[in-house]
């Protein structure tokens, strides 16, 4: 069974840090696409940071750059991004999604969060002033 699960949400105050967890399971994790998106209230969902297990390539949002890292840990499934710097711009719900066939559909290297086809239940950050 696939699961994507997140953790790490909460409140913090503007320019602080939170790092949000990522595991992901039931399906191999040596030549994933995965990664981070959000969806603020009344927005769209945007596609913050993305990471290639095989060849740890990246992509950044423009928004976090600089202020985001995403990062992996093969032996533990699991993805990480580290958030320093917070805005109140940055409150949404994040989500983790996974891809084992994304690079049948996207050239490699990565260089954006495409679609995905696993999908965590999200978790929430905000980002008071």
């Known amino acids: 069974e696939v699961q994507v699960l997140e953790s790490g949400g909460g409140l913090v105050q503007a320019g602080g840090s939170l790092r949000l967890s990522c595991l992901a399971s039931?399906?191999?994790?040596?030549?994933?696409?995965i990664g981070w998106f959000r969806q603020a209230p009344g927005k769209e969902r945007e596609g913050v940071s993305c990471v290639s297990t095989k060849d740890n390539t990246t992509y950044y949002h423009n928004s976090v750059k600089g202020r985001f890292t995403i990062s992996i840990d093969n032996a533990k499934n699991t993805i990480y991004l580290q958030m320093n710097g917070l805005k109140p711009e940055d409150t949404a719900v994040y989500y983790c999604?996974?891809?084992?066939?994304?690079?049948?559909?996207?050239?490699?290297?990565?260089?954006?969060?495409?679609?995905?086809?696993?999908w965590g239940k999200g978790t929430l950050v905000t980002v008071s002033s």
């Open positions: 039931g399906f191999g994790f040596d030549d994933v696409a």
């Open positions: 999604a996974a891809d084992p066939l994304y690079f049948y559909d996207y050239e490699a290297p990565l260089s954006a969060c495409g679609e995905m086809q696993y």
